[in-house]
């Protein structure tokens, strides 16, 4: 007796990495069919682990997404599982309700897509009955839980829930079909397959609930390394395995510059951290950093002034490491305490007084950068806009940082240019 499946969610299939591309022109075209690398390598990890059932838990492509070139490749690539008798499972998420493509997918022999209803699938794999149960949205919010669309469990059948959600909620994603993983626990099943969340989570329980997280993470706030979930059913019970299928991986680098005391200091740090992350073994065949320069150094203002100028050297160094890419710099470094703190000494006193203390207690410019950041935020997609606190505290803060950042920013590109 043995089950053996797949579990995937959040393909985003065409989800555009338009920055990381113009900021790396060579890098354009892997980057571009990324999300489609990592949908072709998870039907060819279906084929070669002999699995029973892919499980796609929603949001194949992103909303916005209008090219119907889109479901005619996930219904080849859904085509070659089929012909090999792997039945796919589908249901569909918020991305998925308010794309215009979504209609376009004509399902392959072999796919079951789930519609808004509640539906159960059944078969025999390996001499184990097994229940699969889905819903998918029908609208692109759903602000109640759908759990009680769930039918029973089929008694005396491995049973698999698939379902679209925020859990109780995540930072960086909007709240969709909220539940609780005690009500999923309870509800009777043996595994929910879910998807919305892009950082895996795996919880165990009377039930095993996994969100995979992202297949191919699309930028940097979707570092580290990137999987799909392998299950196996048998008579010693469920095996759970992680497997990456990205091609691509962002990760942040810490990089520390206490010891700088020149450029060539900096310089030769950052080629170093860059290498040790370089020679690290990784499944994916690009890596693309963001290096977080930090550490007391008197190189402070001038890498807070020429900033672009390291950011050159880092890729630089990056251009002679196979598969490794810089996706930009961010300077966290400090003067050390006593020195001169940018570099500004002979600039006037007045000019020194308005950077430095006036423009931090200016309510109307305070009032001016929040603005603008709320702006900033809510054109951003939903599980990016976090990225100045989840809070009305940690907002304000983040807000007095960036104003901070900036005068020191203008400070040093005011300074004398002293070392060049």
Known sequence: MSFRFLHTADLHLDSP??????????????????????????????????????????DLWDGRQTSAKTPGFLKQELARLGEAGVRSFVIRGNHDAMSRVTRELD???????????PRTERFEAGG??????????????????????????????????????????????????????????????????????HRRMEHRGRA?????????GRDIGESGPASVTLGVVDETGLRLEQRSVASLRFDRLAVDLAGAVDWGDAVAALDRALRDAASLPRPEEHLVLRPRLTGNTPLAWRIA??????????????????????????????????????????????????????????????????????????????ELRDLLGDSDAAFATACADLLRQGSDTILARLAPMGEA
Not at 21 to 50: H, N, Q
Not at 308 to 316: I, M, Q, Y
């Open 208 to 216: 095993a609930v996994v969100m995979p997280g992202v297949p191919q």
């Open 128 to 197: 184990l009955a097994v229940a699969i149960h889905g819903v998918s949205f029908a609208e692109p919010s759903a602000p109640g839980s759908l759990l009680p669309l769930y039918p029973a469990a089929d008694s005396g059948a491995f049973n698999i829930g698939m379902m679209h959600t925020s859990l109780n909620g995540s930072a960086g994603h909007d709240i969709y079909a909220p539940c609780s993983l005690a009500d999923l626990d309870a509800h009777g099943y043996d595994y929910w397959a879910l998807g919305h969340i």
């Open 305 to 382: 002034r020429d900033l672009d100028r390291l950011t050159d050297e880092a890729r630089a160094s990056a251009s002679g490491m196979a598969g490794l890419w810089i996706d930009r710099l961010e300077n966290a470094t400090a003067q050390p305490s006593g020195a001169d703190a940018d570099g500004a000494g002979n600039l006037p006193d007045e000019l020194l007084r308005i950077l430095r203390e006036d423009l931090a207690d200016d309510p109307a410019l305070s009032n001016l950068v929040s603005d603008t950041a709320r702006d900033l935020l809510r054109d951003l997609p939903p």
């Open 17 to 58: 990495l338009v920055a990381l591309a113009l900021r790396d022109p060579a890098l354009a075209e892997s980057v571009g069919i990324a999300t489609r690398t990592a949908l072709t390598r998870i039907v060819d990890l279906c084929l070669a682990e002999k699995v029973d059932a892919l499980l796609i838990a929603g």
């Open 107 to 117: 399902p392959p022999p072999g796919t079951t897509i789930f519609d808004s209803r």
